[in-house]
């Protein structure tokens, strides 16, 4: 059984700081690029950002390049997105997705499997 389980969601003030965490199992998670988008409602899923199977290239969205950084950890089958510089408009909810190939995509439909999302509110 393929699962996503993301955890880390929740409220933080503007300018803060928050780490997103994706546990995956019935993936052969080291093969496979990963990546974040977010959700708002009413709008499509933006691309956040997406890291290779090795991690050692990311690729992040204009709206979020030099503030959020994406990593994992294969020896934990687990991705990261860490957050700085929050902003009202990060707001939303992100979803971690799989993809059964090398190398990402900034379009949500080449992923496989997704997260169940998690909530991230940045307000004072």
């Known amino acids: 059984q393929v699962q996503l389980v993301e955890s880390g969601g929740g409220l933080v003030q503007p300018g803060g700081s928050l780490r997103l965490s994706c546990a995956a199992s019935?993936?052969?998670?080291?093969?496979?690029?990963m990546g974040w988008f977010r959700q708002t409602p009413g709008n499509e899923r933006e691309f956040v950002g997406t890291i290779i199977y090795n991690g050692r290239s990311t690729h992040l969205g204009n709206s979020v390049q030099g503030r959020f950084t994406i990593s994992r950890d294969n020896a934990k089958n687990t991705v990261y997105l860490q957050m700085n510089s929050l902003k009202s408009e990060d707001t939303a909810v992100y979803y971690c997705?799989?993809?059964?190939?090398?190398?990402?995509?900034?379009?949500?439909?080449?992923?496989?499997?997704w997260g169940q999302g998690t909530q991230v509110t940045v307000s004072s």
């Open positions: 997705a799989a993809r059964n190939v090398y190398y990402g995509s900034d379009n949500f439909a080449a992923y496989d499997y």
């Open positions: 019935g993936i052969p998670f080291s093969s496979n690029a």
